[in-house]
């Protein structure tokens, strides 16, 4: 697993560019020395893996996407994303999650600890393992000062960060919608949250599936972030890509 642009413990930031964050995913292929690796997108993260094996910086021997599928014409896609991204709300998302705190050394610990709490109390999240939360919420601690040094730290990714991020596939091509994933040249696995916002049965996701007769399908017993609740079946289906 790598941490992208304004995740985790990567020095990188979004930068002037809001797409390196999956264009870098073919520097990284050569730089690991993986010509044709089997790529794992959750997601955003999904949309990302796609993106850059449309465009020919990967050339990946299969694809897992987990959620991250936009099955619709390109206005529906425009529709929908702007509503989920609307600043407001996104805005929501960063007060619950903590995006852009500031702590110092003696509220890391507590930090994580809180983000495991919380994730308890929330039907999205109550699947996950505390464990798999407090990691997480711990890696994305990053220190102001730069790697290894300073007492303040900051949670990653910022509200900033998250709109840059979340709002620069609608600006450019290629467009995160069903004629794109008709483009897929490679063995694709989709794994889907039962009751995720594309729950089992949606007939886009269907109608997907049918113009897309090579790809595998499984729905799995999840809210969402199916990596963290069921990291079993998801190495199934890279198992199974790979066959």
């Known amino acids: 697993a790598v941490d992208l642009r304004a995740h985790g413990q990567t020095p990188l930031g979004v930068g002037e560019d809001p797409a390196r964050w999956w264009t870098d995913l073919g520097e990284i292929a050569t730089g690991l020395g993986l010509r044709h690796p089997v790529v794992v997108g959750q997601g955003f993260g999904a949309w990302g893996a796609v993106a ?29 994303l702007g509503q989920v991204l609307e600043p407001s709300l996104l805005e929501l998302v960063a007060q619950r999650y903590g995006l852009g705190a500031v702590i110092d050394d003696s ?3 507590p930090f994580a600890d809180t983000a495991a709490e919380l994730a ?3 039907w999205t999240t109550e699947q996950i393992p ?18 290894g040094v300073g007492s303040s730290w900051i949670r990653r990714p910022t509200l900033e960060d998250l709109l840059a991020l979340a709002c ?5 091509d290629p467009f995160p919608c069903l004629d794109t994933y008709l483009q897929l040249p490679t063995t694709t696995a989709l794994v889907m949250a039962s009751d995720g ?33 069921h990291p079993d079946i998801v190495v199934k289906a890279v198992i199974d890509v790979l066959s």
């Open 168 to 172: 620069d596939p609608l600006s450019r």
């Open 120 to 122: 308890r109390a929330d």
């Open 130 to 147: 505390s464990s798999v939360i407090r990691a997480v919420a711990a890696r994305s601690l990053w220190p102001l000062d730069g790697p």
């Open 197 to 229: 916002v594309l729950a089992q049965g949606d007939k886009d996701v269907w109608h997907l599936l049918w113009l897309r007769p090579d790809w595998t399908y499984q729905v799995v017993d999840a809210i969402r972030n199916v990596s963290a609740a």
């Open 52 to 80: 850059a094996t449309v465009t020919g910086l990967l050339e990946p021997a299969g694809l897992v996407l987990l959620e991250g599928v936009y099955p619709w014409p390109r206005e529906h896609v425009m529709e929908y």
């Open 107 to 109: 509220q890391r610990e």
